[in-house]
């Protein structure tokens, strides 16, 4: 059984909280990338689209203020790299 939940939610600029369902984590250059895919359609963006978020991880003061961090990457060069390996794991695993 895979450890990776089946709904990861985010709070977005305005805190509301949305839905997305990891596809695939990436690593790329020094980081780690996930690519998610929104639950529900989101403003601006096609029925099926994904996203490339930058994982972090962040050390707090205690147990609930450590962990991972997600941001949405906004660098198309790392986006496209992030999905080109993705595409590219794909292929190599048929």
Partial sequence: MSDTPDI????????DRVG?????????GDGTYMILQ????????DEGDAFVFSVSQV?????????????????????DAVFALYEKSLKDGQ
């Fill in 59 to 79: 050390d707090g003061d205690g147990a609930e203020d450590s962990g991972s961090f997600l941001a949405m990457e906004t660098d198309d060069d790392v986006i």
């Fill in 8 to 15: 990861i939610l985010l709070a977005n600029d305005r805190g």
């Fill in 38 to 45: 929104p639950v529900t359609p989101m403003e601006g963006a």
């Fill in 20 to 28: 997305f369902r990891p596809v695939a984590t990436v690593p790329y």
